[in-house]
């Protein structure tokens, strides 16, 4: 599969004015989105993995056309890959606090009804279930060099994981836990066009950074935005099945070109830099 | 006689430029008259003619200004002048009297002056002002005539009416063009209800915010155009750059 790709830097001041001219573009409210991303980095020559080792082996569940998929990605050189993991804001630790946000934030729309402060997490309604926490595997490689077209192009390819511990399957397959971070943001569908508008935050910092991926959340106040201004990141997308398809491809960046257009007196999208979504591990 | 100073002199050279407009604009609905086929549309017509009108405003008043001078002035021919050649362009120049035709035209005016306003003697001694004799002939209508009105005025009225879509303060033009132009002539501030009623469209999705369309439009050519970012008080520009972003959100490398 392929992926065309167009990318604009939003300021936090602009974001709720583009939510909402987004919302008026695409006639749908704002499916707000938060994703657990792991990033694993290919440890060894591919080639060597011999059989599955170890791990909690729940792989019954993903399908075998899927473990195939799997197998030929991981398998295909040296990458750097996502783990994704939808959560929700109920996954996260309730504060001790009131959960109303003073700024009122887009992000906390619909979950800002003051709670009573819980004096224990294990009495709060809902508590994160690592084991639970479904994954999806997103491989993407480094985008196609020297194309004139003025949109991002790449490879991409996504499969299901098993549900809970990844970590030991990634281990298994010859992926190293490097780091993980929160995505939040907003979907909008217009089209064949996937609008992310959305930014990265980071855990709290203070304890020492984990080798592997955390069984549990903290609040979600407590995450810090990667960006310090807190501003966002608006991604354009269209998934072409057939990438080898020159007319669907040009199908699919006229289409990309057309919204940049509509968009253009709001944001600029811009082809990303190339080197910037280099997914290859030196 | 005493000659004339450079003031009279101007005041003369006033009277001849006004003159000079005012027979340039006859001059101009004349000819749009003869030559244009069809007609010129009304509105030309009638701004001519406030031209028109204008001018001979601008006349009477100045004419009356100086009413003093002029009637004093006496004109004859200077001894350079060459008398014998141009003998017709020296009587038309010394006439004293007004031409028969224009007699009559001014003898015509007068009737209809005396007749349409009852205070017209009033003005009989200085030279009427066109504008004030406007003004001042509003003819009492008779009984039949008024009837007549009356018998009109509603159905015309209700025709008009039904026109129009009613409801709320303004019209469409008034609210195109802006309701805060409008001369309502009432202390009261109207309010306008229209702009609130397009809410409770439809709960359909419940339990997420409505967003509000906002700086949207349509353009006229068809398609929508967003507005430009507002101006914002607290505008900061983001630090980090997009590729840092994406670079970190692709190998974990911290910008």
């Known amino acids: ?282 | 006689m005493a000659p004339l100073t450079s003031e009279e002199y101007k005041v003369l050279e006033q009277s001849r430029q006004r003159l000079v407009q005012l027979t340039r604009s006859l001059g101009s609905l004349v000819s749009s008259l003869e030559q244009g086929d069809p007609l010129p549309p009304w509105s030309s017509l009638q701004s001519q003619a406030s031209i028109i009108s204008n001018n001979l405003i601008s006349v009477t008043e100045h004419l009356s200004d100086h009413r003093d001078l002029l009637s004093s002035i006496v004109a004859y021919p200077g001894p350079e002048y060459p008398g014998r050649t141009q003998e017709n362009m020296l009587q038309q120049l010394m006439r004293t009297k007004l031409d028969p035709r224009v007699e009559d035209w001014v003898a015509r005016g007068r009737i209809a002056g005396t007749e349409s306003s009852p205070s017209a003697l009033d003005f009989s001694r200085t030279i009427p002002n066109p504008s004030a004799a406007v003004n001042t002939s509003t003819k009492q209508l008779t009984e039949p005539e008024l009837k007549e009105l009356w018998e009109w005025a509603p159905v015309e009225a209700n025709q008009e009416a039904r026109q129009r879509n009613w409801g709320g303060h303004y019209t469409l033009e008034e609210r195109e063009a802006g309701i805060q132009n409008v001369v309502t002539g009432l202390r009261r501030q109207l309010e306008d209800d229209d702009a609130s009623e397009d809410e409770d469209e439809g709960d359909e999705d419940e339990g997420e915010d409505e967003m509000e369309v906002v700086g949207v439009h349509r353009k006229s050519s068809g398609g929508i155009e967003f507005d430009i970012a507002p101006h914002h008080a607290r505008a900061v520009e983001p630090v980090v750059p997009l590729d840092k972003i994406l670079r970190y959100m692709t190998t974990g490398h911290m910008p």
Request: overall charge neutral; proline content about 7%; aromatic content about 6%.
């Open chain 1, 1 to 282: 599969m392929h992926e065309l790709l167009l990318f604009a830097s939003v300021p936090v001041h602009q974001h709720h004015g583009l939510l909402q001219q987004l919302a008026g573009l695409t006639a749908m409210q704002p499916r707000h989105a938060l994703e657990r991303r792991l990033i694993f980095k290919a440890f060894r020559k591919p080639g060597l993995i011999t059989g599955r080792v170890g791990g909690s082996q729940d792989l019954q569940q993903a399908s075998a056309g899927d473990l195939q998929r799997v197998n030929k990605m991981l398998n295909g050189g040296m990458f750097y890959t996502q783990v994704v993991g939808p959560v929700s804001n109920h996954d996260f630790a309730p504060t001790s606090k009131s959960v109303s946000t003073p700024d009122a934030d887009t992000q906390m729309a619909g979950v800002d009804e003051p709670k009573p402060p819980a004096p224990a997490p294990s009495e709060a309604a809902h508590v994160y279930d690592y084991d639970q926490q479904t994954w999806k595997l997103e491989f993407r490689d480094i985008p196609e060099a020297a194309t004139r077209s003025a949109v991002t192009t790449r490879v991409m390819a996504s499969a299901a994981l098993p549900r809970g511990d990844i970590e030991p399957s990634m281990n298994a397959w010859g992926y190293g836990f490097v780091t993980e971070y929160l995505v939040e943001g907003d979907v909008f569908i217009h089209n064949d066009i996937v609008i992310f508008l959305h930014r990265v935050l980071h855990y709290p910092t203070g304890e020492k950074e984990p080798r592997e991926p955390r069984r549990n959340l903290p609040p979600l106040k407590k995450m810090a935005p990667l960006e310090k201004t807190g501003s966002y990141v608006l991604q354009a997308s269209i998934t072409v099945q057939d990438g080898s398809n020159q007319e669907t491809m040009k199908t699919a960046s006229q289409h990309l070109l057309g919204l940049r257009e509509q968009l253009k007196s709001a944001v600029r999208l811009e082809p990303a830099d190339r080197l910037s979504l280099d997914t290859r591990a030196k």
